[in-house]
């Protein structure tokens, strides 16, 4: 049978959500059922069947006292039914316990979408989520509840595709240190001449190192460190906003694989070495705007300075984020690795931060660890 002709997997939160005339859903037996057209001509009168709309109808069938239904009762249920209840997977916990040593043991993948039948493990998973037969709830409720692969588990089918998906941790300074570098230099000349843009001689402040001055270092080096602060607001509220826009995601497959695959998959697998920096062309995306916003508000020489501050601190952002998840680290680090990762594995609702907690502590976020 083919990912899309799957029988569609809900939650009993979206049948609770349907409990009017307009809109009416029962559970019974694991499976959902739209009973709205039936309501009218049910023979105990509608109100009976409005009562228990959204609610698991099992017992109240079953109840002579209340209203008595014969084998052909649930044989006509079948021909209301549009998918079943999904059967979920427990890993967040609020008991949970970060350790140094934490470990976790590989999921069983063919057990898992035997239980679950979320995803299959085995199978390249941006397909499944394209023609995702869940809803919007079980979703978030499955990915949210992580899985652990010896491997990297494959988004896509074709190697070269799935080449792109896949970053090590050294190539985030390798790619971004170069270009944050040229920034700041680009910066401290700017404050003393006027020199051509980047794209139009993107090496030019290496060969005029010999006219940079103390006084241009004075200037642009305020400008970097507002760069950092900035780069912690962008942390805390991207993080926040935009990665974890739960309530907000529309229930579409096109929306949801867009959230799978812009911070979901991290939550789905949270220990996938390769999926734990930004592969640098999502970053050299997610950046343009806000560099762009930079150019638009500051005369160019601060704009570069603050723009390369935000860009060393998001350079030290996934280098940690990476350490936090796989090494031995540091007093102060392994306090943020015992914090974030009880963002993953006890409340994704808190503890946004990750290179520090002080937005968490500012709104009100903070996740006691």
């Known amino acids: 049978m083919s990912v899309s002709k799957r029988v569609r ?8 959500n349907h409990k009017s005339a307009k809109s009416c859903w029962v559970m019974l037996g694991g499976k959902v059922y739209d009973v709205t057209t039936f309501v009218p001509d049910h023979p105990g009168g509608e109100d009976f069947i409005l009562e228990n709309a ?53 999921t069983d993948s063919v057990e898992d979408f035997a239980k679950t039948r979320f995803l299959d493990l085995q199978q390249p998973l941006l397909w ?4 995702a037969n869940f809803s919007k709830s079980y979703y978030l409720k499955q990915v949210h509840q992580p899985r652990h692969l010896k491997d990297s ?43 051509p843009s980047f794209w139009a001689d993107p090496l030019l402040p290496l060969s005029l190192t010999s006219s940079l001055s103390t006084d241009a270092f ?3 080096l305020p400008c970097f460190f507002l760069g950092n602060l900035i780069w912690t607001i962008l942390e805390y509220g991207m993080h926040r906003f935009l990665f974890h826009i739960d309530e907000f995601l529309p229930d579409s497959s096109v929306f949801l694989t867009m959230h799978f695959l812009l911070h979901g998959i991290h939550h789905y697998m949270p220990m996938d070495r390769l999926r734990l920096v930004m592969p640098p062309i999502l970053f050299a995306i997610l950046q343009a705007p806000f560099t762009r916003l930079a150019y638009i508000l500051f005369p160019t020489a ?5 723009i390369s501050g935000s860009f ?10 990476y350490a936090l998840h796989h090494t031995m680290l540091p007093a102060y680090m392994r306090e943020m690795k015992r914090y974030h990762l009880a963002h993953h594995y006890k409340n994704f609702e808190l503890g946004f931060g990750v290179t520090s907690k002080i937005w968490d502590y500012i709104f009100n976020t903070v996740l006691p660890v």
């Not at 089918?157 to 240190?177: D, F, H």
């Not at 601060?302 to 603050?306: E, L, P, Q, T, V």
């Open 9 to 16: 997997i809900y939650t009993s939160e979206d049948v609770a």
């Open 54 to 106: 959204g609610t698991d109808v099992e017992n109240i069938m079953k109840d002579k006292d209340s209203h008595n239904h014969s084998d052909s009762a649930y044989d006509m249920l079948e021909e209301y039914m549009i998918g079943r209840l999904g059967t979920e997977a427990t890993v967040v916990s609020d008991d949970w316990e970060a350790t140094d040593d934490f470990n976790p043991e590989n």
């Open 128 to 131: 499944q989520m394209w023609h």
């Open 153 to 195: 588990a494959r988004l896509f089918g074709p190697t070269i595709l799935e080449m792109c998906t896949r970053t090590v941790w050294y190539v985030v300074p390798i790619v971004w240190l170069p270009i944050t570098i040229n920034l700041f230099l680009r910066s401290m000349l700017q404050f003393t001449m006027t020199i």
């Open 218 to 220: 004075a200037k642009t």
């Open 302 to 306: 601060i704009a570069n300075g603050i």
């Open 312 to 321: 060393m601190f998001y350079i030290l952002y996934d280098c940690m984020h």
